[in-house]
């Protein structure tokens, strides 16, 4: 059973900073793909950025040149550093990780971490 344990979230000013971290229970990330997704309150669960086991990586739209997604193999950690964030992006952010796709329908999920910008 892979568990994915995310933190980092937090509450803060409109242009600041964050730096989420999702650390995976495996052997090794390099086996899954990554992802972050998020979910602001009555929306969809939308795509964040992923990592693929490829190494190649994917920013939504939204997010990008303002988020960057990273991995630290060594330490089965990915991490999302977000700046220049918007009250736009407040949402829970989650990890998400899956073999074969990056979807809403990942296998495996963390607990989600809350992340708050005032304007």
């Known amino acids: 059973q892979v568990q994915l344990l995310e933190s980092g979230g937090g509450l803060l000013h409109a242009g600041g900073s964050l730096r989420l971290s999702c650390a995976a229970s495996?052997?090794?990330?390099?086996?899954?793909?990554m992802a972050w997704f998020r979910q602001a309150p009555g929306k969809d669960r939308e795509l964040v950025a992923s990592s693929w086991s490829s190494g190649s990586t994917y920013d939504a739209d939204s997010v990008k040149g303002r988020f960057t997604i990273s991995s630290d193999n060594a330490k089965n950690t990915v991490y999302l550093q977000m700046n220049s964030l918007k009250p736009e992006d407040t949402a829970v952010y989650y990890c998400a990780a899956d073999p074969r796709v990056v979807s809403v329908k990942c296998d495996y999920w963390g607990q989600g971490t809350q992340v708050t910008i005032s304007s």
């Open positions: 495996v052997r090794t990330i390099r086996s899954y793909h």
